[in-house]
């Protein structure tokens, strides 16, 4: 019988989703509040685009992470479970004569990942309409296909009414897709050296240290934080960034456990796994400038780590 990971790695993986925080956005001034609010590009998405994003304190530090997706009339926000109540709270901070609604339909609208090199093929077989390129949605019938996944494997996020969740998961598995665990969806994700908001993406990182630059653009003008992203980039380079570690070692060390660069401190995991499929722990770590470069072998709780960028 194959596996979730299995699934994951060479076949089609479903991923119950619906705990995530999905928000709908409506009022003629939503896209320019979002716009002036968020990292990537806004106001001249068209329907059927999507963006990944950071919301960004005015230090420039990462106070929430969501995919956006356009609409004809309205945007979705998707976003963490942990961040339901935490991302319409900093939007209407900044709603002062705009003409913007938000509504949390998270319990009306559910998501499912199809996950995997043979998640198309899944897809495709029960009619699905797929987008074409990356960050973007089409529509099949009531539900919403979009081009994000969880793990980093090729794949899609589906956005259905919630009434049809557990009758979509039905089709999906009839069609070959395999249920995951969150676990697995994890161990993934993180061999894909794919960080995840709240345990790689904290709360006092700035964009350039995840180096997760497609949520960010360099030509939209003035956001919130704006500022210091610039000053960065204008610099070169952070003291830190996020790397994918290798570590020759079967137990994977705890969030926290300190990165060694011939014995001095130099950086800190954020997230590990033992991976089967590389026979070795792969993890997430913040680390020092110049120990971050590909290549370079730091040690972690006294097993050589490799550094590989993500």
Not at 205 to 227: D, I, N, R, W
Not at 228 to 241: D, F, Q
Not at 276 to 302: D, F, I, M, Q, W
Request: glycine letters at 10%; hydrophobic letters at 40%; a neutral charge.
């Amino acid at each position: 019988m194959t596996s979730g990971y299995e699934a994951l790695r060479q076949g089609a993986a479903v991923l119950d989703l619906s705990a995530r925080a999905r928000i709908v956005a409506r009022g003629r001034d939503r896209a320019r509040l979002l716009h002036n609010l968020t990292t990537n590009e806004v106001k001249k998405m068209l329907p059927g685009e999507a963006a990944y994003a950071f919301l960004l304190t005015p230090q420039g530090r990462i106070q929430a992470d969501l995919n956006l997706l356009c609409f004809t009339d309205h945007f979705l926000l998707d976003t963490e479970p942990d961040l339901r109540e935490k991302v319409p709270a900093l939007i209407r901070k900044y709603i002062i004569a705009d003409q913007v609604e938000l509504e949390d339909v998270t319990a009306a609208i559910s998501s499912i990942g199809v996950e995997g090199p043979g998640s198309g093929k899944v897809l495709e077989s029960l009619g699905a309409a797929l987008p074409l390129a990356a960050f973007a949605h089409t529509q099949w019938g009531d539900t919403t296909v979009a081009s994000i996944t969880l793990s980093g494997q090729p794949g899609y996020r589906l956005f259905v009414p919630a009434a049809r969740h557990g009758e979509l998961l039905r089709m999906l598995g009839e069609a070959g897709g395999i249920p995951v665990s969150a676990e697995d969806a994890r161990t993934v994700r993180i061999e894909n050296g794919r960080p995840r908001y709240g345990e790689d993406i904290l709360e006092t990182s700035l964009p350039q240290e995840t180096q997760q630059m497609h949520a960010v653009s360099f030509t939209k003008g003035c956001y919130l934080g704006q500022e210091i992203v610039e000053r960065i980039r204008a610099r070169g380079h952070v003291n830190r960034t996020l790397v994918r570690l290798e570590i020759e070692a079967s137990e994977a060390p705890a969030a926290g456990t300190k990165v060694l660069a011939g014995g001095t401190e130099c950086g800190e995991v954020t997230s590990a796994v033992h991976s089967g499929n590389a026979g070795k722990v792969v993890a997430l770590a913040y680390v020092r400038v110049p120990h971050n470069e590909s290549g370079t072998v730091l040690t972690v709780a006294g097993a050589p780590a490799r550094v590989t960028v993500p």
